[in-house]
């Protein structure tokens, strides 16, 4: 028997929480998965899982076992990743998961520089918003907006996103421009979303000096993907809460607009997370490095985009008074 893959085995049955779970992120057949279990039980004379038709139980000999030789397994690899970094370039397959609107609009615009840095990584992308089992899927780490709940995940910080209110002209024409937030629940139109395994939708929030707003306006439409919430209100459909980055190009064409702009939203946090069960490999590290300087500098990229349009703006209002005085004297 080898003991190694054995124990690499028996963890992995631990996390995931089945034989079938297991041999299907391992990539081997169950009866092997079985089979090393049932091998590594008789070697060390112990019974470590209580199998039934439903679950796999683990007995107290087993949770030992299990603590000891997940920390010894951790340790093998980043004793192999250190000594196989300073050799070679890092190599293999880094599975990711993220929103599609992460992936079109931050990380795939900038892939080029991380393939160019590490040719012998392959990168495989889940594209969605949804619960990701890290284990049984294999799922490396993920790009997630909001503070993590799960407590067994390592969440690392990268950025904040900032949210603006946002409409077309052509709505507005036809519902005029709100003046205060408590507008979009009496008059307005909103669109709605929701994450569809959490079953609500999320409401507006709006803040001003030690002020917080929190309005649900009316919606005709719900949806639970970023980039079809910024369609439909590029559309007219209504009024849309979302992060700056993802309407740039909308607003420079004019196809929306910022409304409420004294009524900023909080920013949300940008984390990279990971399972804390699992070690991050050499492949694993350089990717999340990579992409948290990469996402730092998109920060910084839209808070000066940001400051610059903002002088501009103030600019341009400094000459309109400037002439509207003129004109008046």
Same mark, same amino acid.
């Given at each position: 028997m080898d003991q190694l893959t054995a124990m690499r085995v028996f963890t992995r049955v631990v996390e995931t929480g089945n034989f079938s779970k297991a041999a299907l992120s391992l990539k081997m057949p169950k009866t092997t998965v079985t089979n090393l279990v049932q091998g590594l039980e008789g070697h060390l004379g112990t019974k470590l899982l209580n199998r039934t038709t439903r679950q796999v139980v683990v007995t107290n000999d087993g949770a030992l076992y299990y603590e000891r030789a997940s920390r010894l397994l951790a340790e093998l690899d980043e004793l192999d990743g250190s000594l196989s %970094? %300073?050799?070679?370039q890092p190599s293999g397959k880094v599975r990711v998961a993220l929103s599609g609107a992460f992936a079109d609009q931050l990380? =795939?615009?900038? @892939?080029?520089? #991380?393939?160019? +840095?590490?040719p012998k990584i392959q990168l495989e992308f889940d594209i969605g918003d949804r619960i990701v089992d890290y284990i049984a899927e294999n799922v490396d780490c993920a790009l997630r907006g909001g503070t993590p709940n799960d407590q067994s995940l390592v969440a690392r910080k990268v950025? &904040? @996103? &900032?949210l603006r209110t946002y409409a077309a002209p052509l709505y507005l024409q036809r519902k005029g421009v709100p003046q205060h937030p408590n507008d979009l629940e009496n008059e307005h139109t909103g669109i709605g979303y929701m994450k569809a395994y959490e079953g609500r939708h999320f409401p507006m929030v709006f803040r001003k000096d030690d002020a917080v707003? &929190?309005?649900q306006p009316q919606y005709v439409i719900s949806v639970n993907e970023a980039r079809s919430y910024v369609a439909a209100a590029i559309a007219g459909i209504g009024v849309a809460q979302t992060v700056s980055f993802m309407v740039r190009d909308a607003v420079a064409r004019g196809e929306l607009v910022e409304i409420l702009g004294d009524w900023p939203r909080d920013p949300i946090p940008l984390y990279i997370v990971y399972p804390q069960t699992r070690h991050l490999s050499n492949k694993v590290r350089v #990717?999340?490095?990579? @992409?948290?300087? =990469? @996402?730092?500098?998109?920060e910084r990229s839209e808070?000066? +985009?940001g400051r610059i349009a903002a002088e501009t703006a103030?600019? +341009?209002n400094s000459q309109d008074l400037i002439a509207t005085k003129r004109v008046s004297a």
């Open positions: %970094s %300073s050799q070679a990380v =795939m615009p900038a @892939l080029c520089d #991380f393939h160019t +840095r590490y950025a &904040e @996103l &900032e707003i &929190e309005v #990717f999340v490095d990579w @992409l948290a300087k =990469m @996402l730092q500098d998109v808070c000066n +985009r103030a600019g +341009r």
